[in-house]
């Protein structure tokens, strides 16, 4: 079979200045030369050289989206690509040119590609602010419409490309905004494109402020320590607790193991519980930092003693979500929660393997507040059975419990069997009986603070 090659040279952002030796070498020694698009400074190059080249201009015109020209610039690229040995096809920049990236996903064969490197506009980005002393080193580059995409980081340098109008240039504020302070000084260039470009220091908050935006306009971003902003991120979160956990870090801190929390991780989670209680959005985010601690603080000791770390207390939660969800990420069905549920049930039963009653009640922790693991305990064991109740059937084994707390003397185990049939109802009605008591509680205080006031009126 012969081989047909697609050379992908790149252009530089916007500028003949910028052709490396590499893609004028690639351009010359092709069968066929074919650009994107003739809307590129490196076009005037080519005309200046006597390089014959052809566009795939017209396909902007006949395709409906983006999608489609994509699809449709890789099929004549692969048809004219088995027409002669080596085709060329030119594109600003490789790593980051959606029609090349259809092409390398879509494999034809007799067609290999090959790519050289160039200069990129977060290259020319990059030296445009070398002159204010701004560390560059992993500068990551983000084009302004995938920030939709992608969450904002802030411990490495990055360049966001692609501003082509002041709408865009507000997304890129609101989305930088999430980590970074409206006055942080950002590096704003009308045009990366081209050598020498320059860049202007501007607040955050005025980037979509400025005069002129095109698809060469850019935006560098510094990184910027966690200490120095208002908002962080998870990876930020984590670098404070090691810090803390760190020689010379908090005396109090560094004295914690898994055991001393043990408590703290069940007083947060009873807070941040009475947090959603409350319906208060600000104090359940407060109180779910606090639970967050929690899980910080012990992956970093884990980390410590080589035990876990906290990719793995991430990972083993994703596994678990993308495993238990296979009506999500896998070939199950689930039309409503009710067979959602018994998804998720099929594929525990499936990881933990067969086990009687009692081992599966055996794991309910005996840490859960008392209403709570007894309607878990009564779930688990009816489930290992294959048994079931209705409410008729719990309501008259509730009532069989009061008749034998009625006739006890003392009474404290039958008022247990009492609590237990409580909790039986509770799974037969599908209600959570420990929401369900603190909501009754809630009641009977609210009926005590009115009859104080009615005494004091």
């Known amino acids: 079979m012969n081989q047909h090659i697609i050379t992908i040279a790149p252009l530089g952002p916007d500028d003949g200045e910028l052709l490396t030796l590499g893609a004028m070498r690639a351009m010359r020694e092709a069968d066929a030369l074919i650009l994107r ?58 790593a980051s040119d959606a029609t090349v990236r259809y092409l390398a996903g879509h494999p034809e064969d007799g067609v290999t590609l090959e790519a050289a490197g160039g200069v990129s506009l977060a290259g020319c980005a990059a030296g445009a602010v070398l002159s204010f002393g701004v560390n560059t080193e992993n500068l990551r580059t983000v084009t302004a419409l995938s920030t939709q995409e992608m969450r904002v980081q802030a411990d490495c340098p990055q360049v966001i490309t692609e501003i082509d109008n002041r709408y865009l240039a507000s997304d890129v504020k609101l989305w930088l905004g999430d980590l970074f302070d409206d ?61 803390l956990r760190a020689p010379g870090g908090c005396p109090w801190d560094r004295a914690q193991t898994h055991h001393t929390l043990r408590q703290y991780m069940i007083e947060e989670a009873c807070e941040a ?86 081992e599966r009640v055996l794991d309910v922790p ?66 959570d009986g420990e929401i369900t008591l603190r909501s009754a509680i809630g009641a009977e205080i609210d009926r005590l603070r009115a009859e104080e006031n009615a005494k004091k009126a």
């Open 37 to 94: 698009t003739a809307r590129h400074g490196a076009a005037a190059w080519l005309d200046e050289n006597g390089i014959a080249y052809d566009t795939l201009d017209a396909l902007y015109e006949q395709c409906e989206d983006f999608d489609e020209l994509c699809e449709r610039a890789a099929g004549e690229l692969i048809a004219r690509a088995k027409g002669a040995k080596r085709l060329c096809y030119a594109v600003a920049d490789p």
């Open 183 to 243: 006055e942080t000084t950002v590096y704003f260039m009308e045009n990366a494109a081209v050598y020498g470009a320059k860049a202007t220091p501007i607040p955050l908050c005025e980037i979509d402020r400025q005069a002129h935006y095109d698809h060469r306009t850019a935006v560098l971003v510094p990184a910027v320590s966690v200490y120095e902003r208002s908002r962080a991120s998870y990876e930020d979160f984590v670098q404070v607790i090691r810090r």
């Open 273 to 358: 519980a009475e947090a959603m209680d409350r319906d208060d959005p600000m104090k359940i985010a407060d109180e779910l930092g606090d639970v967050l601690l929690q899980v910080v603080l012990n992956s970093c000791i884990g980390e410590e003693h080589r035990d876990f770390t906290d990719r793995d207390v991430t990972s083993m939660a994703a596994h678990k979500m993308i495993t238990r969800h296979e009506h999500v990420f896998g070939k199950a069905t689930a039309k409503d929660a009710d067979a959602v549920m018994g998804v998720w049930e099929s594929v525990k039963k499936r990881e933990r393997g067969e086990q009687t009653a009692l």
């Open 366 to 431: 005996q840490t859960l507040p008392g209403l709570m693991r007894a309607q878990k305990i009564v779930k688990r064991e009816m489930q290992a059975k294959g048994e079931g109740v209705t409410k008729d059937e719990a309501v008259r084994a509730m009532r069989d419990a009061l008749g034998r707390l009625e006739a006890a003397d003392g009474g404290e185990k039958e008022l247990g069997d009492v609590l237990m049939a409580a909790a039986t109802l509770s799974h037969a009605m599908g209600i």
